[in-house]
């Protein structure tokens, strides 16, 4: 069932509305395609996501709806694993000075005792160095989120385990990546986040994708 509502996710973010405006390099939907890893001082993660965007031609060219998710594994310093999905919907504001300003909320399970569910929503801004048209377009990511969750996982005994109580905790990121363009259509983006909890271990999300620019 949860495989079954994360494929209808990933679907919605390849179907939405194809009335829109200029997205970068005037795409009028742009979909990515990325492998995750996940090095934190507590555990180890890997994941695949699959995220699109479109503008929304009734609020402007700047004005993009944003639809996806990921299904990947944890294990905590590799002892045991558990599997975990989360999708989410968000909205997204371009300035003229390279500057993108996304809202997002996400819901996720972890495949633990009582699979335990996870909200969160999220602010980001995206600085770009150079334009998304460049052969090589640098830029720099930062985020704040309120994250609130079912259950804590942690470890013990070098075993994972589950405490079953509500937590919500401020999650702030900070981090740089790059778009490399391999055609017209096509891009290799490369991105490393460091994330730091008020609760949970804090550490590095590193990502490589490919980004497809539909026109």
């Known amino acids: 069932m949860k495989r079954c509502i994360l494929t209808i996710v990933m679907l919605s973010a390849c179907l939405v509305a194809w009335n829109a405006g200029a997205l970068d390099r005037n795409a009028d939907l742009i979909?990515?395609?990325?492998?995750?890893?996940?090095?934190?001082?507590?555990?180890?993660?890997?994941?695949?996501?699959?995220w699109g965007e479109t503008?929304?031609?009734?609020?402007?060219?700047?004005?993009?709806f944003t639809a996806g998710g990921q299904y990947g594994t944890f294990s905590p310093h590799r002892t045991e694993s558990a599997d975990y999905w989360?999708?989410?919907?968000?909205?997204?504001?371009?300035?003229?000075?390279?500057?993108?300003?996304?809202?997002?909320?996400?819901?996720?399970q972890y495949d633990l005792l009582g699979s335990p569910e996870v909200r969160t929503g999220r602010i980001e801004m995206?600085?770009?160095l150079l334009p998304a048209t460049w052969p090589i377009s640098p830029f720099l990511t930062g985020?704040?989120?309120?994250?609130?969750a079912d259950a804590v996982a942690g470890r013990r005994?070098?075993?994972?385990?589950?405490?079953?109580?509500?937590?919500?905790?401020?999650v702030s990121g900070a981090g740089a990546g790059c778009d490399f363009s391999m055609t017209e259509d096509m891009s290799?983006?490369?991105?490393?986040?460091?994330?730091?909890?008020?609760?949970?271990?804090?550490?590095?999300?590193?990502?490589?994708?490919?980004?497809?620019?539909?026109?």
């Open 31 to 50: 979909d990515t395609l990325g492998v995750i890893a996940d090095p934190f001082d507590g555990y180890d993660g890997v994941s695949g996501s699959l």
């Open 55 to 64: 503008a929304i031609a009734s609020w402007g060219t700047e004005w993009a």
């Open 86 to 108: 989360e999708f989410g919907l968000g909205v997204k504001y371009t300035l003229p000075t390279l500057t993108a300003l996304s809202a997002t909320a996400l819901y996720g």
């Open 126 to 128: 995206l600085q770009r």
């Open 143 to 148: 985020s704040l989120a309120l994250r609130s």
């Open 157 to 170: 005994d070098e075993r994972l385990f589950v405490q079953n109580s509500v937590s919500s905790e401020l």
């Open 188 to 215: 290799i983006v490369l991105q490393a986040v460091y994330l730091a909890n008020e609760n949970l271990p804090d550490g590095w999300t590193a990502s490589v994708g490919m980004k497809y620019y539909w026109k």
